[in-house]
């Protein structure tokens, strides 16, 4: 009893580790990031021409107001994540001064942003920078069982953004030389983009339908219908005596496949835009999970790999940044390894 005794005092004097003290600013941030994507993916950019002028300028108020507050959250998270980092000695110390130093790029070249459009230099750094910080904390994650599918999805979308990336630059040199071939293969390259992001939008609805029947397989599920539904609603937005929401989303949707435009994949680079709203909606509303590792998977599909938006490129550095040190901290890992038991000594009674 002395010895049990002792052993809960001691528990309960110990450090709370960074993941769970922050839980409730990354899922905060998780949160309004999901708002922040509908409003300014999905509604604010369709209204103008389909509704009247006072629903457009609330509209688009709206998502300023939320656009400024995921920036601002997101910033916070990697100021606290790269400052974590930095006094984090389980963690190699290579894989750290990568991603704090490339972090702290990301920020100085995407603060500007929120006053003027950035300059193509500084947007291409941005996306090097961004991708660099989720390439690293992407491989390190792969270590850790609790971690390594998350990881996967951070590592997918970086390599998704280093293929885009070549694509719009041989695009730019296309369009200089006025030469169709290059475009066309620049196109192709793009095409390329869009199946990395397919690949880790895919591993994070596998890996969120294992989460749990309702929570996880019902409600990822769910958000790919709901990708295909809203995806359907723009393709007959463009017909006449289409509905205003057809519409609305037509017109919202139009620049989702990007530029260059891949190759016969343009319906599909919508549709995961769609469904990378919805997943990431899905991943913050699980439950009895560590909320570093689920707000990191939420911010990671909502960067869809598209690094040259500001907001995508801090979200998943941020969401590197906290993988990171989810995967250095035990109580998370074990945490993790106790809530699945439990979801499968459930599933077996549920079947027995």
């Known amino acids: 009893m002395e010895e049990s005794a002792v052993q809960t005092q001691e528990a309960s004097r110990a450090p709370v580790s960074p993941a769970l003290r922050s839980a409730w600013l990354l899922r905060a941030t998780a949160i309004v990031a999901c708002i922040s994507s509908v409003l300014g993916v999905l509604v604010a950019p369709g209204m103008p ?29 990697i100021f606290t994540g790269s400052y974590e980092l930095a006094r984090a000695p389980r963690l190699a110390l290579a894989p750290r001064i990568v991603a704090v130093g490339a972090a702290g790029l990301v920020v100085a070249l995407a603060a500007p942003s929120m006053r003027d459009r950035l300059h193509p ?135 989702a496949p990007g530029t260059p435009a891949p190759l016969g994949l343009s319906a599909v680079a919508t549709f995961l835009a769609c469904c990378a709203i919805f997943l990431g909606a899905v991943a913050i509303a699980q439950r009895g999970q560590v909320v570093a590792v689920l707000a990191s998977l939420s911010l990671a599909v909502l960067s869809r790999g598209a690094l040259d938006v500001p907001l995508r490129a801090l979200a998943i550095t941020a969401a590197g940044h906290w993988l990171l040190l989810a995967m250095a901290d035990d109580r998370s890992m074990w945490r993790t390894l106790i809530a699945q038991r439990r979801e499968r000594l459930a599933a077996e009674r549920a079947e027995g």
């Open 49 to 77: 021409g389909n509704a009247g002028g006072r629903a457009v300028e609330v509209c688009q108020s709206a998502s300023d107001v939320f656009a400024y507050a995921t920036c601002g959250l997101l910033m916070t998270l």
């Open 121 to 255: 230099v500084a947007t291409m750094f941005m996306v090097v920078a961004s991708s660099v910080v989720a390439m690293t904390t992407g491989w390190q994650a792969l270590r850790a069982p609790h971690t390594r599918a998350v990881g996967a999805v951070i590592a997918a979308m970086a390599i998704a953004a280093a293929v885009r990336l070549g694509a719009w630059e041989l695009a730019g040199a296309a369009g200089t030389r006025g030469s169709t071939r290059m475009y066309d293969l620049a196109a192709g390259i793009a095409s390329a983009g869009v199946v990395l992001e397919g690949i880790g939008q895919f591993a994070a609805a596998a890996w969120l339908g294992t989460r749990g029947r309702l929570s996880g397989r019902v409600l990822s599920n769910l958000a790919i219908g709901a990708a295909f539904i809203v995806t359907w609603g723009a393709a007959r937005g463009v017909h006449p005596g289409a509905s205003m929401w057809q519409a609305v989303l037509h017109s919202a949707l139009a620049d």
